[in-house]
């Protein structure tokens, strides 16, 4: 079955770096889109950044355009978010998102606080 398997959150200050690796498995990684996505407590669950199967058009939420990449490589099956110049509203599980044609496979989400 498809697995996405989200590793590399944790504890940083703020202004520190992180980055984030999902492993996926049981789907052709090269024929889905892959997305992060966060929440934070009490809020919804955004969009972070998004990049195409192919790796070559990304999105970003505002909130982290300048900070945050997103990348891929197809030929280890994994999506990585780099986050640096982390904020404490940044504070939130992050979930790895598997998407194409109307199907869409969710990690189960790795914990990242920013604070002091």
């Known amino acids: 079955q498809v697995q996405l398997v989200e590793s590399g959150g944790g504890l940083v200050q703020p202004g520190g770096s992180l980055r984030l690796s999902c492993a996926a498995s049981?789907?052709?990684?090269?024929?889905?889109?892959m997305s992060w996505y966060r929440q934070a407590p009490g809020k919804e669950r955004e969009l972070v950044a998004i990049?195409?199967?192919?790796?070559?058009?990304?999105n970003y939420a505002d909130s982290v355009k300048g900070r945050f990449t997103i990348s891929r490589d197809n030929a280890k099956n994994t999506v990585y978010l780099q986050m640096n110049s982390l904020k404490p509203e940044d504070t939130a599980v992050y979930y790895c998102?598997?998407?194409?044609?109307?199907?869409?496979?969710w990690g189960q989400g790795t914990q990242v606080t920013v604070s002091s």
């Open positions: 998102v598997a998407g194409r044609l109307g199907f869409r496979k």
């Open positions: 049981g789907l052709t990684f090269s024929n889905y889109a």
């Open positions: 990049v195409s199967s192919n790796g070559g058009n990304t």
